[in-house]
């Protein structure tokens, strides 16, 4: 067992109370993931900023938690049976704060599988579109003279967007009661904005994900957890 005083992300980040949850992240769609599980749940932590420049997230100490270099991560002082977990990977983190809180994962096996399964859509389907989307769209594969990559992933997303509004169909959330599916889901929709692409995707054609989001969005801890860390923190 590691503890957090040992650990090398605590020589660059450093914790102001080593006892409480800690997470290391940057408010990105999969960055605040996290941030608004852990706002929602209501357990005592600490955010540190990881930017994605390769200096933040291909340093020694954060490949130390995260051999992937990418956020978010945590280290959590409290795991179970007393010893610590550190992990990376959003849809695990979602998993683990769902089971460490009780909360927002059903204990009905039929209902909690159905919950994972639209949870393995977002990181199978909606994060990889949505962000290849953002890149050739709006980032730097916007300055690629074929059309095709483009073409591809608007093609993709509306898709999605298709699967998403046929669920919301008569529901206020992706799966019953509100969950770690629309904690993983919603941030996503969210991007459009950035990238300029919602006439192009017809966002407005998509009532039902509209109105999602604005209830998603109405949330007092998806309002605090959409800003943590903040952008502008030094």
Same mark, same amino acid.
């Given at each position: *067992? =590691?503890?957090?005083?040992?650990?090398?992300?605590?020589?660059? &980040?450093?914790?102001?109370?080593? =006892?409480?949850?800690?997470?290391?992240?940057?408010? =990105?769609?999969?960055?605040?993931?996290?941030?608004?599980?852990?706002?929602?749940?209501?357990?005592?932590?600490?955010?540190?900023? +990881?930017?994605?420049?390769?200096?933040?997230?291909?340093?020694?100490?954060?490949?130390?938690?995260?051999?992937?270099?990418?956020?978010?991560?945590?280290?959590?002082?409290?795991?179970?049976? !007393?010893?610590?977990?550190?992990?990376?990977?959003? #849809?695990?983190?979602?998993?683990?704060?769902?089971?460490?809180? /009780?909360?927002?994962?059903?204990?009905?096996? +039929?209902?909690?599988?159905?919950?994972?399964?639209?949870?393995?859509?977002?990181?199978?389907? +909606? #994060?990889?579109?949505? #962000?290849?989307?953002?890149?050739?769209?709006?980032?730097?594969?916007?300055?690629?003279?074929?059309?095709?990559?483009?073409?591809?992933?608007? /093609?993709?997303?509306?898709?999605?967007? /298709?699967?998403?509004?046929?669920?919301?169909? !008569?529901?206020? &959330?992706?799966?019953?009661?509100?969950?770690?599916?629309?904690?993983?889901?919603?941030? &996503?929709?969210?991007v459009f904005d950035h990238y300029g692409s919602k006439e192009e995707?017809?966002?407005?054609?998509?009532?039902?994900? +509209?109105?999602?989001?604005?209830?998603? *969005?109405?949330?007092?801890?998806?309002?605090? !957890?959409?800003?943590?860390?903040?952008?502008?923190?030094?």
């Amino acid at each position: *067992m =590691t503890s957090l005083a040992d650990h090398p992300i605590n020589g660059r &980040w450093p914790a102001a109370d080593p =006892t409480v949850l800690q997470l290391y992240s940057f408010p =990105t769609p999969n960055g605040v993931k996290a941030s608004i599980m852990l706002e929602e749940i209501g357990i005592p932590y600490e955010a540190h900023k +990881v930017t994605l420049a390769e200096a933040d997230v291909k340093s020694p100490e954060f490949l130390a938690l995260n051999p992937n270099n990418k956020i978010p991560a945590i280290f959590d002082p409290n795991g179970p049976d !007393g010893k610590s977990v550190q992990l990376f990977e959003s #849809g695990a983190i979602l998993i683990y704060l769902a089971e460490k809180s /009780g909360k927002f994962l059903p204990t009905d096996p +039929v209902k909690r599988i159905e919950v994972l399964q639209w949870l393995m859509f977002q990181i199978g389907g +909606v #994060g990889p579109m949505f #962000g290849q989307l953002g890149f050739f769209y709006k980032l730097a594969g916007a300055e690629i003279e074929d059309q095709r990559p483009v073409e591809r992933y608007l /093609g993709e997303t509306k898709r999605l967007l /298709g699967v998403i509004e046929k669920q919301l169909e !008569g529901q206020d &959330w992706i799966s019953g009661d509100y969950s770690i599916a629309d904690i993983a889901i919603a941030p &996503w929709l969210r991007v459009f904005d950035h990238y300029g692409s919602k006439e192009e995707l017809e966002w407005d054609s998509y009532p039902n994900c +509209v109105a999602y989001l604005a209830r998603f *969005m109405a949330r007092p801890a998806v309002q605090r !957890g959409v800003n943590i860390p903040a952008r502008d923190e030094t």
